[in-house]
């Protein structure tokens, strides 16, 4: 007699099958995840469904997240309504949310409270929130009930501010991506510790993007084991970028300036953007011997007086990028080299 297949994954809480799927890549989740259980076959179909995007008014934002039809009813009533009616029929799991508003337009804070609050109610998966401030007012002042939705797998927050207290710690298990730009904290001294705590609370984090956000001197970025794509630009006061523990990390980028601490991390880098540094003379030689399996280097310096690059140093490395005001010479014997690009007024070496 056949033994009975028994699906014991199906009675798994949402929460838990969640925090499984987190550590599968996009595609595999999509392609086979699926298959293997009549539960993840529907916890899989609405992190791929079209999602609700809500932009207002579309003149606002050079570029936006969703298509905007031309047809587009500019009334601000036709648009709450719409937003309203939508999340209200919307009664099983949200995939996705995109809210980018103007508040010059749409004043009432109550009113995108209770719209995000309907999104975590229904567990959304992937949560994109921007807020374009009245000219000279505060920021949009975020829910802490958003770092407390354990459905939340990408999260994206532009425009807005939140502050994290000792006793109410964020717990985001699933969340693989986070980008955060022009964020701020409610407390000054506070904002490196609110940031540092929101990211540590992601241990299964994959892309972390921080863009224009104002820090104090040293961001410490620790036991992100999970971690695979980094992105610091622009970061205002910000000194020092201290990574310990990212033994998985495949791209950086870090545009500030300042000064770069890496502690267990470097072995799999395969793309390095730079900029703002005061590059030395052996930074080739540094470079190769803290990431020898580069494929990708990008250098924006403002002095650099030559470099020296051969097929010893960096022999993986197939596309090179160098802009620099002042570099004076180029000496390239590296025949695994496909791209070369460097500033206009420089000749591309022979």
């Known amino acids: ?75 601000i ?11 209200k029929s919307h009664d099983s799991r949200l995939g996705r949310l995109i809210l980018c508003l103007d508040l010059d337009y749409i004043e009432s804070r109550g009113m995108i409270d209770s719209w995000i609050d309907a999104a975590l109610e229904r567990k959304v998966v992937h949560l994109h929130l921007r807020f374009r401030p009245h000219y000279g007012s505060n920021l949009y002042h975020l829910s802490p009930k958003v770092f407390g939705t354990r459905s939340i797998t990408v999260l994206r927050l532009e425009e807005c ?8 710690l964020p717990d985001l298990p699933a969340l693989r991506k986070l980008h955060l ?56 006061g910000l000194e020092t970028i201290v990574i310990i523990d990212a033994p998985n990390l495949q791209s950086l980028e870090y545009t500030p300036g300042g000064s770069l601490i890496l502690k267990s991390a470097g ?23 803290r990431f020898p399996n580069l494929e990708r280097l990008k250098i924006n310096c403002s002095q650099w007086n030559g470099i ?33 690009r460097s500033n206009p007024n420089l000749q591309a070496p022979e």
Not at 20 to 39: G, N, Q, Y
Not at 46 to 56: E, I, K, Q
Not at 80 to 86: E, L, Y
């Open 77 to 87: 009533g036709s648009f709450i309504n719409g937003v309203d009616s939508s999340l």
């Open 1 to 75: 007699m056949e033994e009975e297949q028994i699906d014991r994954i199906s009675k798994l809480p949402d929460e838990v099958m969640t925090r499984i799927l987190s550590f599968v890549p996009v595609e595999d989740v999509a392609a086979r995840a699926k298959l293997v259980s009549k539960a993840w076959k529907k916890l899989c179909e609405f992190s791929f469904d079209p999602p609700l995007g809500f932009v207002y008014p579309v003149c606002s934002f050079f570029s936006t997240p969703i298509p905007i039809p031309e047809d587009i009813d500019h009334d």
């Open 308 to 340: 020296e690059i051969s097929d010893h140093q960096l022999k993986r490395l197939e596309r090179l990028e160098i802009y620099c005001d002042r570099l004076e010479r180029i000496e390239i014997l590296h025949h695994q080299l496909k791209l070369f």
């Open 267 to 289: 072995e799999f880098l395969r793309e390095f953007v730079v900029s703002g540094l005061i590059v030395p003379e052996n930074f080739i030689q540094i470079i190769a011997s």
């Open 161 to 168: 501010r939140f502050e994290i207290r000792g006793d109410v």
């Open 181 to 236: 730009r022009r964020i701020e904290c409610d407390e000054e001294e506070e904002k490196e510790e609110a940031i540092q705590k929101l990211i540590s609370s992601c241990p299964s984090i994959q892309d972390l993007t921080i863009i224009s956000c104002r820090l104090q001197k040293q961001l410490r970025l620790l036991g992100l084991s999970n971690l695979q794509r980094l992105c610091v630009d622009d970061c205002y």
